[in-house]
């Protein structure tokens, strides 16, 4: 069955960096785009962005475009996104998902000093 | 960006009773393949987000009959015929028509 599966918390400093990663299986990594959402703390789902498979093409919001990449590695199909010069805001749970059909089960993503 | 509008915020429901969520986009979310990416999703407490409803009223595997999603152009609605107490949670329509897509705020239904 689709499983995907999501790297583990992770608490940064502002200003750092950090990546999460998402291994699907149970199907065709290259046969679907996943989709990245997150959910800051007692808030609803913002959509973060989605990266074809296939071509590598990625779309982000556009708040977090410049500090936002999306990548995928096919030969393990494990997709990655990091984000960049991290804010207080950016505190929240990460899912990933392929497409919108199935989802990991989230990552959450501490900024502190 | 497409702005996403759901209503109510709030939903207190009565186990058995019907339930309804409007969920209404900011523009057409009709694709130019005739499509429309409308898709209801519910997430329970502490869990991850689970989609119901695709292309408008599609209903996922698994997702009970009870649950059926109505609408076109802007307008949607997501219904509940029955709710159950397993129903309890945040449930958010998302359109995924136009880039950037977009999220409803969210609508809590609670017993």
């Known amino acids: 069955h689709v499983q995907l599966v999501q790297s583990g918390g992770e608490v940064k400093k502002p200003g750092a960096s950090v990546k999460v990663s998402c291994k699907a299986s149970g199907y065709t990594f290259t046969g679907y785009g996943i989709t990245w959402v997150r959910q800051a703390p007692g808030q609803g789902l913002e959509w973060v962005g989605w990266?074809?498979?296939?071509?590598?093409?990625?779309n982000y919001a556009q708040k977090l475009q410049g500090r936002v990449t999306m990548t995928t590695d096919t030969s393990t199909s494990t997709a990655y996104m990091e984000l960049r010069s991290l804010r207080y805001d950016d505190t929240a749970v990460y899912y990933c998902?392929?497409?919108?059909?199935?989802w990991g089960q989230g990552t959450l993503v501490t900024v502190s000093s | 960006d497409v702005v996403m509008t759901q209503s109510p915020l709030s939903l207190p429901v009565t186990l058995g009773q019907p339930a309804s969520i409007s969920c209404r986009s900011s523009q057409s979310l009709v694709s130019s393949d005739g499509n429309t990416y409308l898709n209801w999703f519910q997430q329970r407490p502490g869990q991850s987000p689970r989609r119901l409803i695709y292309e408008v009223s599609t209903r996922d595997s698994g997702v009970p009959d009870r649950f059926s999603g109505s609408g076109s152009g802007t307008d949607f609605t997501l219904k509940i015929s029955r709710v159950e107490a397993e129903d309890v949670g945040v449930y958010y329509c998302m359109q995924a028509t136009h880039w950037p897509q977009t999220f409803g705020q969210g609508t809590k239904v609670e017993s």
């Open positions: 998902a392929r497409e919108t059909d199935s």
């Open positions: 990266i074809s498979t296939y071509s590598g093409d990625a």
